[in-house]
């Protein structure tokens, strides 16, 4: 059973921005489709709120979908469908969002109805926001980027003193195969360690081992032991290993 709000208020929060907090509620069941509305309503009166500031979560711009034409694939993280996602900024947690992640052109995509009932695509600045679930997956903007506006959100593989991140981008290429579509999506992954403060590209398990020498044979044992083969694409296995040097990083014996 949801909770359908009766009464609004708006306080500004702390960079004066207005975030809308409800206050009083009534005891009315809410379909889940009722529930995920609020959500994106909420999120809609957010972005309301701040524009003035020229400081706000949306971009300004209408999100019309990819390119049209004969191309092979899509440019979304996961697929082209819309996924459950919770969004995060310094305000407020917004929950029940449809949500697609555009990794072609690293804009976060929200759909929304609007007052007049009409269907609504949106991006999303990521300057201002913290924390990203789509589905299970966590995600966060990519610590150490200069742009503000344009940080690429990265996959949280891995959480602790050592971060494990991945990121994802698809570019629109020509097709090398004949007799295919005339372009494709190509995508193309990075992965990298966060720890005190620096960012280091994830190339091999030396960059661990490097990072880490006091604990470096301990970590070669674990993955003799565990049979891991950490080339770039074996993630699974390298989760496996950052999880172990966290262990050990957080003060836990073998």
């Known amino acids: 059973m ?4 009766r009464k609004s208020i708006i306080v500004t929060g702390k960079h004066g921005f207005f975030v809308l907090l409800l206050s009083v509620f009534a005891l009315v069941p809410l379909s889940a489709q009722e529930e995920d509305q609020r959500a994106t309503d909420l999120l809609r009166l957010y972005f309301d709120n701040v524009y003035g ?10 999100y019309y979908g990819p390119a049209k034409g004969s191309i092979k694939g899509h440019p979304y993280y996961f697929d082209d ?22 990794i072609c052109i690293n804009r976060l995509i929200l759909n929304y109805t609007t007052t007049d009932n009409a269907s609504c695509q949106i991006g999303l600045n990521s300057g201002k926001i913290n924390r990203v679930k789509i589905t299970d997956t966590e995600f966060i903007p990519l610590p150490g980027s200069s742009d503000s506006t344009g940080i690429p959100f990265a996959q949280l593989i ?11 981008e698809k570019s629109l290429e020509i097709s090398s195969s004949t007799g295919s579509p005339d372009y494709e999506y190509k995508e193309y992954v990075r992965q990298y360690l966060w720890h005190d403060g620096t960012l280091k590209r994830f190339k091999s398990k030396n960059t661990l ?16 032991q565990n049979y891991l ?12 290993l950052i999880d172990y040097c966290n262990h050990l990083l957080s003060g836990n014996d073998e």
Do not use: Q
Request: charged share 35%.
């Open 158 to 168: 891995s959480n602790g003193p050592v971060k494990y991140l991945v990121t994802r």
């Open 53 to 62: 500031d020229d400081e706000r979560l949306i971009t300004g711009h209408f």
């Open 2 to 5: 949801g909770l359908k709000p």
């Open 81 to 102: 469908s819309w996924k459950n996602g919770i969004i995060e900024t310094d305000d407020a947690v917004f929950e029940g969002l449809r949500v697609k992640y555009d």
């Open 229 to 240: 083969y950490l080339i770039r694409n074996k993630i699974n296995d390298r989760k496996m």
């Open 209 to 224: 081992y490097r990072a880490f020498p006091e604990i470096k044979g301990r970590l070669k044992r674990f993955v003799r």
